[in-house]
Protein backbone atom coordinates (compact mmCIF):
# COMPACT_ATOMS: atom_id res chain seq x y z
CA UNK A 1 0.00 0.00 0.00
CA UNK A 2 1.26 3.68 -0.65
CA UNK A 3 1.30 6.21 2.29
CA UNK A 4 -1.30 5.61 4.47
CA UNK A 5 -2.99 9.22 4.13
CA UNK A 6 -6.24 9.16 2.35
CA UNK A 7 -7.00 10.88 -1.41
CA UNK A 8 -9.98 12.62 -0.78
CA UNK A 9 -9.91 14.32 -4.35
CA UNK A 10 -9.63 10.85 -5.86
CA UNK A 11 -13.28 9.68 -3.76
CA UNK A 12 -14.49 12.95 -4.91
CA UNK A 13 -13.84 12.72 -8.56
CA UNK A 14 -15.34 9.51 -8.83
CA UNK A 15 -18.52 11.05 -6.97
CA UNK A 16 -18.45 13.87 -9.12
CA UNK A 17 -18.06 12.11 -12.14
CA UNK A 18 -20.90 9.81 -11.47
CA UNK A 19 -23.24 13.19 -11.03
CA UNK A 20 -21.80 14.37 -14.57
CA UNK A 21 -21.85 11.96 -16.55
CA UNK A 22 -24.13 8.50 -17.55
CA UNK A 23 -20.87 6.41 -16.14
CA UNK A 24 -21.39 5.42 -12.63
CA UNK A 25 -18.39 4.85 -10.92
CA UNK A 26 -18.92 2.92 -7.46
CA UNK A 27 -17.26 4.81 -4.17
CA UNK A 28 -13.53 4.41 -3.99
CA UNK A 29 -13.43 2.76 -7.33
CA UNK A 30 -9.92 4.76 -7.83
CA UNK A 31 -8.01 4.77 -4.61
CA UNK A 32 -7.73 1.44 -3.22
CA UNK A 33 -10.76 2.09 -1.12
CA UNK A 34 -8.09 4.86 0.75
CA UNK A 35 -10.55 7.95 0.45
CA UNK A 36 -13.56 9.57 1.91
CA UNK A 37 -15.31 12.84 1.42
CA UNK A 38 -15.31 14.11 5.33
CA UNK A 39 -18.94 15.31 5.96
CA UNK A 40 -19.00 18.78 6.59
CA UNK A 41 -19.83 19.56 10.46
CA UNK A 42 -20.51 22.38 13.18
CA UNK A 43 -17.06 22.54 14.08
CA UNK A 44 -15.73 26.46 13.84
CA UNK A 45 -12.75 26.59 11.30
CA UNK A 46 -10.10 27.27 14.72
CA UNK A 47 -11.59 24.23 16.19
CA UNK A 48 -11.62 22.12 13.66
CA UNK A 49 -7.66 22.44 13.72
CA UNK A 50 -7.33 21.40 16.78
CA UNK A 51 -10.25 19.22 17.06
CA UNK A 52 -8.22 16.22 18.11
CA UNK A 53 -7.09 17.96 21.13
CA UNK A 54 -11.12 18.65 22.51
CA UNK A 55 -12.86 16.75 25.16
CA UNK A 56 -16.22 14.42 24.13
CA UNK A 57 -18.04 15.61 27.29
CA UNK A 58 -17.29 18.84 26.51
CA UNK A 59 -17.34 19.68 22.94
CA UNK A 60 -19.05 16.81 22.13
CA UNK A 61 -16.01 16.11 19.39
CA UNK A 62 -14.41 12.75 19.74
CA UNK A 63 -10.97 14.09 20.58
CA UNK A 64 -8.11 12.80 22.81
CA UNK A 65 -8.31 15.47 25.62
CA UNK A 66 -5.05 16.63 25.02
CA UNK A 67 -5.91 20.48 26.12
CA UNK A 68 -7.73 19.51 29.34
CA UNK A 69 -4.38 17.11 30.31
CA UNK A 70 -2.37 20.21 30.18
CA UNK A 71 -4.65 22.74 31.54
CA UNK A 72 -5.43 20.92 34.87
CA UNK A 73 -2.50 18.02 35.03
CA UNK A 74 1.15 19.47 33.68
CA UNK A 75 1.04 22.94 34.94
CA UNK A 76 3.91 23.28 36.77
CA UNK A 77 5.19 19.67 36.13
CA UNK A 78 8.53 18.88 34.90
CA UNK A 79 9.23 16.45 31.99
CA UNK A 80 12.20 14.95 30.26
CA UNK A 81 12.74 14.83 26.56
CA UNK A 82 11.51 12.33 24.63
CA UNK A 83 13.11 11.58 21.26
CA UNK A 84 10.45 10.19 18.72
CA UNK A 85 11.46 8.20 14.86
CA UNK A 86 9.33 9.10 12.58
CA UNK A 87 9.96 6.48 10.30
CA UNK A 88 8.01 7.84 6.87
CA UNK A 89 8.38 9.47 3.60
CA UNK A 90 10.83 12.25 4.66
CA UNK A 91 10.41 15.20 7.28
CA UNK A 92 11.47 18.96 6.41
CA UNK A 93 13.50 19.53 9.60
CA UNK A 94 13.77 23.27 9.01
CA UNK A 95 9.84 24.02 8.76
CA UNK A 96 9.06 26.73 10.83
CA UNK A 97 6.94 25.08 13.10
CA UNK A 98 9.17 22.08 13.49
CA UNK A 99 12.43 22.94 13.27
CA UNK A 100 12.72 23.44 17.35
CA UNK A 101 11.46 20.39 18.09
CA UNK A 102 14.03 18.22 15.51
CA UNK A 103 16.25 15.89 16.87
CA UNK A 104 19.90 16.41 16.60
CA UNK A 105 22.75 13.81 16.90
CA UNK A 106 25.22 15.55 19.44
CA UNK A 107 27.68 12.90 19.17
CA UNK A 108 28.36 13.13 15.56
CA UNK A 109 30.34 15.97 13.83
CA UNK A 110 28.77 17.63 11.23
CA UNK A 111 29.63 17.72 7.32
CA UNK A 112 33.02 15.93 8.56
CA UNK A 113 32.47 12.78 6.10
CA UNK A 114 33.18 10.94 9.19
CA UNK A 115 31.41 8.38 11.53
CA UNK A 116 31.99 9.78 14.82
CA UNK A 117 29.95 8.21 16.62
CA UNK A 118 30.80 4.37 14.86
CA UNK A 119 27.05 3.93 14.74
CA UNK A 120 27.48 2.37 11.09
CA UNK A 121 25.74 6.16 9.54
CA UNK A 122 28.26 9.07 8.68
CA UNK A 123 26.90 12.77 9.28
CA UNK A 124 23.48 11.34 10.65
CA UNK A 125 22.72 14.55 12.29
CA UNK A 126 19.01 14.62 12.90
CA UNK A 127 18.40 11.04 11.11
CA UNK A 128 19.05 9.18 8.13
CA UNK A 129 17.68 8.12 4.65
CA UNK A 130 17.38 4.76 3.77
CA UNK A 131 16.18 5.59 0.29
CA UNK A 132 18.71 7.72 -0.97
CA UNK A 133 18.12 9.62 -4.22
CA UNK A 134 15.04 6.58 -5.08
CA UNK A 135 11.53 8.60 -4.85
CA UNK A 136 9.13 5.93 -6.79
CA UNK A 137 8.62 2.50 -6.31
CA UNK A 138 6.61 -0.44 -7.43
CA UNK A 139 4.08 -1.82 -5.07
CA UNK A 140 4.77 -5.51 -3.39
CA UNK A 141 2.59 -7.25 -5.47
CA UNK A 142 4.32 -5.74 -8.76
CA UNK A 143 8.12 -6.85 -7.30
CA UNK A 144 6.26 -10.55 -6.19
CA UNK A 145 5.17 -10.51 -9.97
CA UNK A 146 8.56 -9.81 -11.61
CA UNK A 147 10.25 -12.76 -9.90
CA UNK A 148 7.95 -14.82 -11.83
CA UNK A 149 5.53 -17.57 -10.89
CA UNK A 150 7.04 -19.64 -8.24
CA UNK A 151 3.38 -21.96 -8.03
CA UNK A 152 2.93 -19.87 -4.30
CA UNK A 153 -0.50 -18.96 -2.90
CA UNK A 154 1.44 -15.81 -2.19
CA UNK A 155 1.88 -15.00 -6.18
CA UNK A 156 -1.34 -16.08 -6.90
CA UNK A 157 -2.58 -14.09 -4.46
CA UNK A 158 -0.48 -11.20 -5.58
CA UNK A 159 -1.50 -11.59 -9.09
CA UNK A 160 -5.20 -11.52 -8.51
CA UNK A 161 -4.23 -8.27 -6.29
CA UNK A 162 -2.39 -6.50 -9.05
CA UNK A 163 -5.28 -7.34 -11.63
CA UNK A 164 -7.53 -5.80 -9.37
CA UNK A 165 -5.31 -2.33 -8.90
CA UNK A 166 -4.66 -2.01 -12.22
CA UNK A 167 -8.37 -2.27 -13.34
CA UNK A 168 -9.10 0.50 -10.54
CA UNK A 169 -6.02 2.71 -12.18
CA UNK A 170 -6.93 2.39 -15.58
CA UNK A 171 -10.71 3.86 -14.95
CA UNK A 172 -9.28 6.63 -12.57
CA UNK A 173 -7.12 7.39 -15.88
CA UNK A 174 -10.19 7.52 -17.76
CA UNK A 175 -11.64 9.68 -15.28
CA UNK A 176 -9.11 12.20 -14.23
CA UNK A 177 -8.60 12.53 -18.45
CA UNK A 178 -12.07 13.33 -18.84
CA UNK A 179 -11.51 16.31 -16.10
CA UNK A 180 -8.69 17.66 -17.29
CA UNK A 181 -10.33 17.35 -20.98
CA UNK A 182 -13.24 19.91 -18.98
CA UNK A 183 -10.60 22.18 -17.49
CA UNK A 184 -8.98 22.55 -20.89
CA UNK A 185 -12.15 23.24 -22.29
CA UNK A 186 -13.31 25.56 -19.88
CA UNK A 187 -9.55 27.25 -19.70
CA UNK A 188 -9.23 27.93 -24.21
CA UNK A 189 -13.23 28.95 -23.67
CA UNK A 190 -12.28 31.70 -21.47
CA UNK A 191 -8.82 32.62 -21.99
CA UNK A 192 -7.63 31.82 -18.80
CA UNK A 193 -6.21 28.95 -16.69
CA UNK A 194 -7.25 30.19 -13.16
CA UNK A 195 -11.25 30.51 -13.30
CA UNK A 196 -13.80 30.95 -10.44
CA UNK A 197 -17.02 29.35 -9.64
CA UNK A 198 -18.48 32.65 -9.89
CA UNK A 199 -16.18 32.82 -13.92
CA UNK A 200 -18.19 29.81 -14.28
CA UNK A 201 -21.66 31.24 -13.12
CA UNK A 202 -21.40 34.03 -15.47
CA UNK A 203 -20.50 31.46 -18.39
CA UNK A 204 -23.42 30.74 -21.09
CA UNK A 205 -23.04 28.86 -24.18
CA UNK A 206 -25.12 27.00 -26.54
CA UNK A 207 -21.90 24.98 -27.08
CA UNK A 208 -22.54 21.45 -26.06
CA UNK A 209 -19.04 20.68 -24.89
CA UNK A 210 -18.94 23.76 -23.04
CA UNK A 211 -21.92 23.28 -21.01
CA UNK A 212 -21.19 19.62 -19.96
CA UNK A 213 -17.35 21.23 -18.94
CA UNK A 214 -18.81 23.95 -17.25
CA UNK A 215 -21.24 21.42 -15.41
CA UNK A 216 -18.34 19.08 -14.56
CA UNK A 217 -15.64 21.88 -13.24
CA UNK A 218 -18.82 23.85 -11.21
CA UNK A 219 -19.26 20.18 -8.96
CA UNK A 220 -15.81 20.20 -8.58
CA UNK A 221 -14.77 23.77 -7.32
CA UNK A 222 -18.32 23.50 -5.41
CA UNK A 223 -16.86 20.56 -3.67
CA UNK A 224 -13.13 21.35 -3.61
CA UNK A 225 -13.12 25.54 -3.10
CA UNK A 226 -10.67 27.68 -4.32
CA UNK A 227 -7.97 25.11 -3.98
CA UNK A 228 -9.44 22.88 -6.67
CA UNK A 229 -6.44 23.04 -9.02
CA UNK A 230 -3.91 21.50 -6.52
CA UNK A 231 -6.62 18.93 -5.77
CA UNK A 232 -7.34 17.41 -9.16
CA UNK A 233 -3.51 18.04 -10.30
CA UNK A 234 -2.89 15.95 -6.67
CA UNK A 235 -5.71 13.16 -8.46
CA UNK A 236 -3.71 13.55 -11.95
CA UNK A 237 -0.50 12.97 -9.69
CA UNK A 238 -1.67 9.63 -7.72
CA UNK A 239 -3.22 8.15 -10.99
CA UNK A 240 -0.28 7.92 -12.98
CA UNK A 241 2.57 7.56 -10.13
CA UNK A 242 0.51 4.35 -10.15
CA UNK A 243 0.10 3.14 -13.28
CA UNK A 244 3.81 4.47 -14.45
CA UNK A 245 5.51 3.39 -11.31
CA UNK A 246 3.64 1.79 -8.56
CA UNK A 247 2.33 -0.99 -10.85
CA UNK A 248 4.74 -0.88 -13.67
CA UNK A 249 6.75 -4.47 -13.78
CA UNK A 250 8.93 -2.08 -16.16
CA UNK A 251 9.98 0.17 -13.62
CA UNK A 252 13.25 -0.18 -11.24
CA UNK A 253 13.09 2.28 -8.17
CA UNK A 254 15.88 0.35 -6.60
CA UNK A 255 18.62 0.21 -8.40
CA UNK A 256 19.59 4.10 -7.87
CA UNK A 257 20.13 3.15 -4.09
CA UNK A 258 22.56 0.77 -5.00
CA UNK A 259 22.35 -1.98 -2.47
CA UNK A 260 21.37 -5.62 -2.26
CA UNK A 261 18.20 -5.51 -1.68
CA UNK A 262 17.83 -9.12 -0.48
CA UNK A 263 20.79 -8.84 2.13
CA UNK A 264 19.98 -7.58 5.59
CA UNK A 265 23.51 -7.27 6.28
CA UNK A 266 24.10 -4.79 3.70
CA UNK A 267 23.42 -1.92 5.30
CA UNK A 268 26.17 0.72 3.76
CA UNK A 269 23.45 2.66 2.05
CA UNK A 270 21.55 5.76 1.60
CA UNK A 271 22.46 9.29 3.25
CA UNK A 272 22.06 11.91 5.90
CA UNK A 273 19.35 14.19 3.81
CA UNK A 274 16.18 13.40 5.71
CA UNK A 275 13.91 14.98 3.50
CA UNK A 276 15.04 13.11 0.56
CA UNK A 277 15.90 14.86 -3.05
CA UNK A 278 12.44 16.41 -3.34
CA UNK A 279 10.97 17.63 -0.60
CA UNK A 280 7.92 18.08 -1.72
CA UNK A 281 7.38 14.47 -1.58
CA UNK A 282 8.33 14.77 2.47
CA UNK A 283 4.49 15.71 2.65
CA UNK A 284 3.65 12.78 4.27
CA UNK A 285 6.01 12.48 6.90
CA UNK A 286 6.00 16.46 7.93
CA UNK A 287 2.68 16.53 8.18
CA UNK A 288 3.08 13.23 11.04
CA UNK A 289 5.72 14.60 12.58
CA UNK A 290 3.98 18.11 12.67
CA UNK A 291 1.11 16.05 14.64
CA UNK A 292 3.26 14.93 17.40
CA UNK A 293 5.60 18.04 17.34
CA UNK A 294 4.45 21.30 16.24
CA UNK A 295 5.04 24.03 18.67
CA UNK A 296 1.96 24.41 20.80
CA UNK A 297 0.33 28.15 20.82
CA UNK A 298 3.24 29.99 18.92
CA UNK A 299 -0.41 30.64 16.44
CA UNK A 300 1.38 29.06 13.60
CA UNK A 301 -0.67 26.20 11.60
CA UNK A 302 -1.71 23.58 14.09
CA UNK A 303 -0.47 22.32 17.73
CA UNK A 304 1.39 19.33 18.41
CA UNK A 305 0.41 16.64 20.85
CA UNK A 306 3.68 16.46 22.93
CA UNK A 307 6.17 18.96 24.56
CA UNK A 308 9.24 18.34 25.16
CA UNK A 309 9.69 16.30 22.29
CA UNK A 310 12.50 15.82 19.21
CA UNK A 311 11.43 14.33 16.31
CA UNK A 312 13.91 11.58 14.92
CA UNK A 313 13.33 11.72 10.89
CA UNK A 314 14.04 8.71 8.73
CA UNK A 315 13.11 8.46 5.45
CA UNK A 316 12.34 4.87 4.51
CA UNK A 317 8.30 5.07 2.88
CA UNK A 318 9.07 6.39 -0.84
CA UNK A 319 5.70 6.38 -3.00
CA UNK A 320 4.66 3.07 -3.52
CA UNK A 321 5.29 0.10 -1.04
CA UNK A 322 8.67 -0.01 1.83
CA UNK A 323 11.21 -2.59 1.31
CA UNK A 324 11.10 -4.56 4.44
CA UNK A 325 14.53 -4.55 4.60
CA UNK A 326 14.43 -0.79 5.24
CA UNK A 327 11.55 -1.11 7.39
CA UNK A 328 13.70 -3.21 9.51
CA UNK A 329 17.00 -1.07 9.60
CA UNK A 330 14.66 2.04 10.45
CA UNK A 331 13.62 0.38 13.46
CA UNK A 332 16.62 -1.06 14.41
CA UNK A 333 18.76 2.61 13.93
CA UNK A 334 15.85 4.46 15.74
CA UNK A 335 15.94 1.80 18.70
CA UNK A 336 20.09 2.29 18.57
CA UNK A 337 19.94 5.97 18.71
CA UNK A 338 17.92 6.68 21.94
CA UNK A 339 14.59 6.99 20.27
CA UNK A 340 11.46 5.76 23.06
CA UNK A 341 9.07 5.92 20.42
CA UNK A 342 8.59 4.85 17.01
CA UNK A 343 5.52 5.96 14.85
CA UNK A 344 5.13 4.15 11.56
CA UNK A 345 2.41 5.47 9.51
CA UNK A 346 2.51 2.88 6.75
CA UNK A 347 1.63 -0.56 5.47
CA UNK A 348 1.14 -2.74 2.95
CA UNK A 349 -0.76 -6.26 2.02
CA UNK A 350 2.40 -8.57 1.32
CA UNK A 351 5.64 -8.66 3.51
CA UNK A 352 7.87 -11.31 1.79
CA UNK A 353 11.10 -10.83 4.63
CA UNK A 354 8.57 -10.07 7.34
CA UNK A 355 10.99 -12.09 9.67
CA UNK A 356 13.48 -9.45 9.02
CA UNK A 357 10.71 -7.13 10.32
CA UNK A 358 9.76 -8.72 13.30
CA UNK A 359 13.43 -9.30 14.59
CA UNK A 360 13.70 -5.34 14.34
CA UNK A 361 10.23 -5.14 16.21
CA UNK A 362 11.97 -7.79 18.97
CA UNK A 363 14.85 -5.77 19.40
CA UNK A 364 13.21 -2.49 19.67
CA UNK A 365 11.10 -4.29 22.91
CA UNK A 366 14.30 -5.51 24.19
CA UNK A 367 15.46 -1.59 23.62
CA UNK A 368 12.18 -0.02 25.33
CA UNK A 369 10.97 1.49 22.45
CA UNK A 370 7.13 1.69 21.72
CA UNK A 371 6.47 1.19 18.14
CA UNK A 372 3.12 2.81 17.32
CA UNK A 373 1.65 1.84 14.05
CA UNK A 374 -0.96 3.00 11.47
CA UNK A 375 -3.99 -0.12 10.91
CA UNK A 376 -4.26 0.74 7.38
CA UNK A 377 -7.19 2.29 4.98
CA UNK A 378 -8.76 -0.29 3.12
CA UNK A 379 -11.77 -0.29 5.22
CA UNK A 380 -11.68 -3.90 6.23
CA UNK A 381 -11.65 -6.04 9.24
CA UNK A 382 -8.00 -7.28 9.62
CA UNK A 383 -8.58 -10.12 11.65
CA UNK A 384 -9.26 -11.92 8.51
CA UNK A 385 -6.26 -13.73 7.16
CA UNK A 386 -6.57 -12.27 3.78
CA UNK A 387 -6.98 -8.77 4.89
CA UNK A 388 -3.97 -8.97 7.03
CA UNK A 389 -1.37 -5.50 7.18
CA UNK A 390 2.03 -5.63 7.16
CA UNK A 391 3.82 -4.84 9.32
CA UNK A 392 2.25 -6.86 12.49
CA UNK A 393 2.50 -8.31 16.31
CA UNK A 394 0.43 -10.80 15.18
CA UNK A 395 0.79 -14.44 15.62
CA UNK A 396 -1.48 -17.62 15.11
CA UNK A 397 -4.80 -17.27 16.74
CA UNK A 398 -5.06 -14.07 18.69
CA UNK A 399 -1.56 -13.63 20.07
CA UNK A 400 0.95 -11.37 19.84
CA UNK A 401 4.85 -11.93 19.60
CA UNK A 402 6.00 -8.57 21.31
CA UNK A 403 4.22 -6.11 23.89
CA UNK A 404 5.52 -3.03 22.15
CA UNK A 405 3.34 -2.75 19.35
CA UNK A 406 0.38 -0.65 19.55
CA UNK A 407 -2.07 -0.84 16.10
CA UNK A 408 -4.13 2.34 15.40
CA UNK A 409 -7.15 3.00 13.70
CA UNK A 410 -8.90 6.20 12.88
CA UNK A 411 -12.07 7.99 14.23
CA UNK A 412 -13.75 10.95 12.40
CA UNK A 413 -15.06 13.75 14.32
CA UNK A 414 -18.34 13.00 14.14
CA UNK A 415 -19.91 11.78 17.67
CA UNK A 416 -22.76 9.54 15.68
CA UNK A 417 -23.08 6.91 14.04
CA UNK A 418 -20.12 7.80 11.26
CA UNK A 419 -17.85 7.88 14.21
CA UNK A 420 -15.41 5.45 13.08
CA UNK A 421 -13.66 7.05 9.47
CA UNK A 422 -15.20 4.92 6.70
CA UNK A 423 -11.53 3.42 5.16
CA UNK A 424 -10.21 2.77 8.54
CA UNK A 425 -9.62 -0.76 8.99
CA UNK A 426 -10.92 -2.28 12.34
CA UNK A 427 -10.48 -5.58 14.00
CA UNK A 428 -11.20 -7.29 17.55
CA UNK A 429 -7.82 -8.76 17.51
CA UNK A 430 -5.28 -6.70 15.93
CA UNK A 431 -6.42 -3.04 16.21
CA UNK A 432 -5.44 -1.88 19.82
CA UNK A 433 -7.37 1.24 19.73
CA UNK A 434 -8.86 3.86 17.76
CA UNK A 435 -7.91 7.66 17.74
CA UNK A 436 -8.92 10.65 15.53
CA UNK A 437 -7.44 10.87 12.18
CA UNK A 438 -9.82 12.65 9.40
CA UNK A 439 -9.74 16.13 8.85
CA UNK A 440 -6.57 16.89 10.92
CA UNK A 441 -4.49 19.46 9.84
CA UNK A 442 -0.76 20.04 10.53
CA UNK A 443 2.81 21.23 8.85
CA UNK A 444 3.41 20.40 5.33
CA UNK A 445 7.30 21.21 3.21
CA UNK A 446 7.81 24.70 2.71
CA UNK A 447 6.44 26.09 5.74
CA UNK A 448 2.64 25.12 4.80
CA UNK A 449 -0.31 23.73 6.31
CA UNK A 450 -2.53 20.95 5.32
CA UNK A 451 -5.72 18.81 6.23
CA UNK A 452 -5.10 15.56 5.85
CA UNK A 453 -6.67 12.36 6.58
CA UNK A 454 -5.80 8.57 7.58
CA UNK A 455 -5.18 6.24 10.15
CA UNK A 456 -1.61 7.63 9.48
CA UNK A 457 -2.81 10.75 10.87
CA UNK A 458 -4.47 8.48 14.10
CA UNK A 459 -1.30 6.58 14.59
CA UNK A 460 0.88 9.97 15.30
CA UNK A 461 -1.54 11.10 17.60
CA UNK A 462 -1.13 8.62 19.91
CA UNK A 463 2.07 8.66 19.53
CA UNK A 464 2.50 12.25 20.85
CA UNK A 465 0.15 10.89 23.71
CA UNK A 466 2.56 8.41 23.98
CA UNK A 467 5.38 10.94 24.67
CA UNK A 468 3.38 13.18 26.96
CA UNK A 469 3.88 9.47 28.89
CA UNK A 470 7.21 9.06 28.89
CA UNK A 471 7.88 12.60 28.79
CA UNK A 472 6.01 12.72 32.40
CA UNK A 473 6.48 9.43 33.82
CA UNK A 474 9.76 8.05 32.54
CA UNK A 475 10.31 5.37 34.29
CA UNK A 476 7.29 3.46 32.56
CA UNK A 477 8.18 1.18 30.27
CA UNK A 478 6.80 0.46 26.62
CA UNK A 479 4.51 -2.41 27.76
CA UNK A 480 3.22 -0.62 30.49
CA UNK A 481 2.61 2.65 28.01
CA UNK A 482 0.34 0.85 25.67
CA UNK A 483 -1.28 -0.80 28.06
CA UNK A 484 -2.42 2.66 29.82
CA UNK A 485 -2.83 4.06 26.49
CA UNK A 486 -5.46 0.97 25.58
CA UNK A 487 -6.99 0.73 28.99
CA UNK A 488 -7.58 4.30 30.12
CA UNK A 489 -9.13 5.10 26.90
CA UNK A 490 -12.90 6.49 26.59
CA UNK A 491 -15.60 3.52 25.52
CA UNK A 492 -18.36 4.25 23.36
CA UNK A 493 -21.60 2.61 24.25
CA UNK A 494 -23.42 2.41 20.61
CA UNK A 495 -23.13 0.79 17.18
CA UNK A 496 -21.47 2.65 14.96
CA UNK A 497 -20.32 2.08 10.90
CA UNK A 498 -17.28 0.19 10.34
CA UNK A 499 -15.81 -0.25 7.34
CA UNK A 500 -16.12 0.60 3.30
CA UNK A 501 -19.18 -1.26 3.54
CA UNK A 502 -20.97 0.28 6.58
CA UNK A 503 -21.56 -2.45 8.80
CA UNK A 504 -23.21 -1.60 11.76
CA UNK A 505 -21.67 -2.79 15.07
CA UNK A 506 -21.08 -2.03 18.54
CA UNK A 507 -17.95 0.90 18.93
CA UNK A 508 -16.09 -1.77 21.55
CA UNK A 509 -16.05 -4.92 18.65
CA UNK A 510 -13.64 -2.88 16.46
CA UNK A 511 -10.34 -3.25 18.40
CA UNK A 512 -9.25 -5.10 21.15
CA UNK A 513 -9.45 -2.50 23.79
CA UNK A 514 -12.55 -1.17 22.47
CA UNK A 515 -12.04 2.57 23.17
CA UNK A 516 -10.57 5.54 21.79
CA UNK A 517 -7.46 7.08 23.38
CA UNK A 518 -7.83 10.02 25.83
CA UNK A 519 -4.79 11.71 27.07
CA UNK A 520 -6.10 13.06 30.00
CA UNK A 521 -7.12 9.53 31.34
CA UNK A 522 -3.81 8.10 30.11
CA UNK A 523 -1.59 10.54 32.23
CA UNK A 524 -3.95 10.09 35.50
CA UNK A 525 -3.22 6.53 35.13
CA UNK A 526 0.40 6.39 34.12
CA UNK A 527 0.57 8.53 37.65
CA UNK A 528 -1.09 5.56 39.46
CA UNK A 529 1.14 3.08 37.47
CA UNK A 530 4.56 5.58 37.86
CA UNK A 531 3.94 5.19 41.92
Known amino acids: MRLLQTITVATMATLLLSNCTTQKAPLYQTVDKTGIVAKKTAISENDLKRWSHLDLLKDSIPGMSVDKAYE ?58 FLGQSTRENLEMTRIIKKGDDGSATYKRAVAAYDKKKSEAMSGKQQ ?5 NADKTISDHLNKKAYTLEDLQKLVTTDAAVGQAKQVMMSIITQAGPGYREDIEGYKDYIYSTLNYNLNVEFDGRKIVGDNVTDINDTK ?60 LAIRYAADNGAKIINGSFGKSFSPNKEWVDDAIKYAAKKDVLFVHAAGNDGHNIDKAE ?63 KFEQGTSMAAPNVAGVAALIRSYYPSLTAKQVKQILMDSGVAIPMEVKFGDDAEMMPFAKGSRSGKIVNAYNALLMAEKMAK
Open 72 to 129: LLLKDKKSTTVIVGVIDSGVDIVHEDLKSNVWTNSKEIPGNGIDDDNNGYIDDIHGWN
Open 176 to 180: VDFIF
Open 387 to 449: NQNYPNDATSGSGEFADNVITIGALNNLYTTDLVAPFSNFGAINVDVFAPGMEIYATVPFDKY
Open 269 to 328: YGDNNVAGPDKKDALHGTHVAGIIAQVRGNNLGGDGVATNVKIMAIRAVPDGDEYDKDIA
